[in-house]
């Protein structure tokens, strides 16, 4: 018998160059996004009273901080970071990446092989993918999460960088899963647009009798969540799908959850997808997460949320913060709508000051059926 394949891992090729770069890349976007958000709320505040303007809108704002020097030095480095953490001078994760393409994919191929084999990872190559995925490359990931083989590696690294300790310890996942009822069970439960399986796995972990399927369209993603669920020895189902044509039967699970998704999806295409979650729902069940929503009453950081999302490639996130999704639940089917602020996540982004607004903030959705 053929020994198994063996796990996917480059860390341990990890040149001290490629970390040194990575050190750097992260110090100039947390330089940007907390230092120069001060300095550009205040000279924000100063032009405000200078002109005797008082915004209420984020365009309002926008109008202001388009005539401030430090507005484009700002939005020029919040861009052009992120272009340097993917596939600057070598050192960028596309480069860091493709370079060892032929240890990594072998590996990767091999363990989705066996997963494919088991029954577990149920790859579709023919499934028809949205338009709006295809058009742009999601976070500046040159190609998107689905654009090489080994672009679920590449998102998994990416992630990492992130600036939010919660999210590099999971944490964010239980504190989402905080926000359903006490003392129930959810016996079958969907990880809505999983990627490389971060939520569903850290579910199983703390769920081991909940049978879980993960949904999303890019296959190496999901074959990077197979495979790290194998090195956790979790056991879960993975569906390349596309969230709009969920191929399971009505009132299949018993919750859904999702994290960082409804920016990523145009608010088009949202009364049908939450039509779809609620279809696969079973009477009762909940569908909760989280998600980027406007500060309240602060233009300046709402022009600055909505610039970020263009800025960053992600088209859906200006329109996003101006959903009612509420509403949009309430027609898709769902009786019980909450959306309440996401307080674990809330503050982190908080500067200092405490008259400045923080940067970015969340909101818990929890629907249920
Ligand atoms: C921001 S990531 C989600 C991150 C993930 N929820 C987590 O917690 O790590 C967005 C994911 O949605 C997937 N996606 C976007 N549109 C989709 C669709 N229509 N159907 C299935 N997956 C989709 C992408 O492939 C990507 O993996």
């Known amino acids: 018998m053929n020994a198994p394949p063996p796990s996917v891992r480059f860390d341990a090729v990890e040149s001290a160059d490629y970390r040194a770069y990575r050190r750097f890349v992260n110090a ?3 330089w940007d996004v907390e230092k120069g ?3 550009l709320h205040n000279a924000f505040q100063r032009e405000a009273e200078a002109e005797g303007a008082t915004p209420k809108t984020a365009d309002d704002a926008l109008a202001i901080l388009d005539r401030l020097d430090l507005f484009r030095t700002y939005a020029f480095l919040f861009r052009n970071i992120q272009r340097l953490k993917y596939a600057g001078h070598g050192y960028g994760i596309m480069p860091y990446v493709l370079e060892q393409q032929d240890t990594l994919l072998p590996q990767l191929e091999a363990i989705a092989a066996e997963g494919v084999a088991k029954g577990v990872l149920h790859l579709d190559p023919k499934v028809p993918v949205p338009d709006y995925f295809k058009l742009v490359d999601f976070h500046q990931h040159p190609g998107g999460v689905d654009g090489n083989p080994l672009a679920g590696l590449q998102y998994e690294l990416a992630r990492r960088t992130r600036t939010h300790s919660r999210v590099f310890a999971n944490q964010l996942y239980r504190d989402i899963f905080s926000y359903l009822p006490k003392g129930q069970t959810f016996d079958r439960v969907l990880d809505w647009g999983t990627s490389f399986g971060a939520g569903l796995r850290t579910w199983l972990h703390d769920n081991p009798n909940s049978e879980g399927h993960g949904v999303d369209i890019s296959a190496p993603c999901l074959k990077l969540a197979y ?3 194998r090195e956790q020895g979790i056991e879960a189902n ?3 799908q596309d969230l709009e044509h969920l ?12 994290a960082y998704m409804l920016h990523e999806l145009p608010p088009g295409r949202t009364p049908a997808l939450l039509k779809e979650v609620h279809r696969v729902l079973k009477p009762g069940g909940f569908f909760i997460g989280m998600e980027l929503v406007y500060v309240d009453g602060s233009p300046f950081q709402n022009a600055i949320a909505d610039l970020e999302g263009w800025l960053n490639d992600e088209p859906f996130m200006a329109s996003c913060f101006n959903t009612d999704y509420e509403a949009v639940g309430r027609r898709a089917g769902f009786s019980n709508v909450m959306i309440t602020r996401f307080t674990e996540m809330a503050d982190g982004a908080m500067p200092e000051d405490k008259r400045i607004p923080p940067r970015s903030t969340w909101n818990i959705f929890r629907f249920q059926k």
């Open 28 to 30: 100039a976007r947390n």
């Open 247 to 258: 191929g399971f039967p009505e009132n299949h699970f018993d919750m859904s959850f999702f």
């Open 238 to 240: 993975w569906w390349q």
């Open 227 to 229: 495979a790290r669920a």
């Open 37 to 39: 958000y001060v300095e």
